[in-house]
């Protein structure tokens, strides 16, 4: 007589549940865990939307006051002359735009090479995620001023420049980490099939694996913008800030998050409040990419 493999499996889940449904002192304690463990998950969860939305309230609350058209296109002021935070919001676009222009690349070539090379290159790609580890662990004052120190000092001056290259050193370790647990995750039998049609290892890489992992990838990439669009600290050692309009890369350059610290201290109350509003646009600027990346990814995916 033959048994269908399925068979013990099905028979064991009455069973199972039998044993769980008893009156045995093992029993209940399994019972009184579970619900413990449950309940605790509940509590955190709720926890950490309490939290979130605190958070979102109080900024909205705060910030929402000072979305006037003059905060958007007036630079910075001394305190009673109506400025705004133009020259801040451009500073923080090209800086933030220039250090994912620069990290992404880097982080993503290395997370593939850290996936992909493994069979090969085993010991070197051990000391490389090893350095990628650190990098992503290392505080962002200490990667600014490390750039302060090889950069902004040879040169003599601060610039947006070298707040570009402080954010993008905080973007590759990042970009690197998800890449490559992005890829790991492609099944090898996808591999395999891209080879046996023949296909180089390049040409599977580009286009099977990071074409399957390309919303992780593109999450990853996300994740890394988030992190330095709200950097302050790499940023007080490079590009310093400038209170006044100024759009090149060479000179010093203005940004939000240095200005929300310089206004979130101040004893004036039109500066605290556009210190609220500069932190209501980097949360909700981080937002809109995450909800619009991912609608469009979807689509695609459909």
Known sequence: MTTHPTAPAVQAAPCMSARWQGNSVSDIRRRMVDRVATGLCWAATVLVLLMLFSILFVLVRNGVGGLRWVTFVHVTLPPGQAGGLANAIMGSL??????????????????????????????????????????????????????????????????????????????????????????????????????????????????????????????????????????TAPLLFTSLGNMNWSVAPGKPMASLPVTIYQYAGAAYADWTALAWTGALLITAGILMINITVRLGLGRNRK
């Open 94 to 231: 090209i800086q933030t735009g220039l250090a994912v222009l620069i990290g992404a690349p880097v982080g993503l070539l290395v997370g593939i090479y850290l996936a992909e090379f493994t069979a090969t290159d085993g010991k070197l790609i051990n000391f490389v995620r090893f350095v990628s580890d650190l990098l992503l662990s290392a505080p962002s004052i200490l990667v600014g001023l490390f750039i302060y120190m090889i950069v902004v000092v040879p040169s003599g001056h601060f610039s947006g420049i070298a707040g570009a290259l402080a954010l993008s050193m905080l973007v590759v370790p990042v970009v690197v980490r998800t890449t490559e647990d992005m890829l790991r995750l492609v099944p090898l039998a996808m591999r395999e099939a891209a080879i046996a049609l023949g296909a180089p290892r390049w040409r599977m890489i580009l286009f099977v694996c990071l074409r399957a992992a390309r919303e992780g990838v593109a999450t990853g990439i996300l994740l890394a913008l988030a992190r330095v669009s709200g950097e």
